[in-house]
């Protein structure tokens, strides 16, 4: 956009891409984390189907995060417009650019990025974590290992050689 201006790129407009990415990915977060809160709510419900737990949960997180992500923009906008104020041309420049680009994130966050949620399924699996295993379980696999499996050999190595 800062090209179609013809407005020259420096430092300040050469980090607006940055800075807008940083807050569009803070958003998506958000927007993504309250999905799942919902979606593990509303598929536990009886006879819900996937693809209507997916529809319905867009729907209940948006509903639940949107105003959240529409004041935060707001804010976020309002802030760097009030770079206006400044006599340098570069800033005002930085900040106009800011808040549109912001507002831009807003607008795709609200609209674009649910209707594709909602044409995606979810992939769902019986746990919700997947299986950790500490370095000392496996330092003592690895060392079974090296002796032919044996289990009188899952532990730690007396030698510290072993271990690295």
């Known amino acids: 956009m800062i090209s179609l201006t013809g407005i020259p790129l420096d430092v300040f407009n050469a980090t607006t891409p940055i800075l807008i990415l940083a807050v569009a990915a803070g958003h998506a977060v958000q927007i993504l ?5 919902e979606y593990s709510i509303i598929r536990k419900e009886p006879n819900v189907t996937a693809k209507l737990a997916n529809e319905l949960t867009v729907i209940q997180s948006l509903t639940k995060v949107g105003p959240v992500m529409i004041v935060a923009c707001c804010v976020a906008c309002l802030g760097f417009l009030s770079l206006l104020f400044f006599r340098i041309t570069t800033i005002r420049t930085f900040g106009i650019f800011s808040a549109l680009g912001i507002f831009s994130a807003l607008l795709i966050e609200m609209t674009l990025i649910p209707s594709l949620r909602s044409l995606l ?12 295993i ?7 696999q690895i060392n079974q290992a090296m002796n032919s499996g044996n289990p009188k050999f899952y532990e730690i190595p007396n030698n510290k050689n072993l271990v690295s």
């Open 33 to 37: 984390k309250r999905y799942y809160e």
């Open 121 to 132: 399924s979810l992939v769902e699996s019986e746990d919700s974590v997947g299986k950790s």
């Open 134 to 140: 500490s370095l000392v379980d496996l330092i003592q």
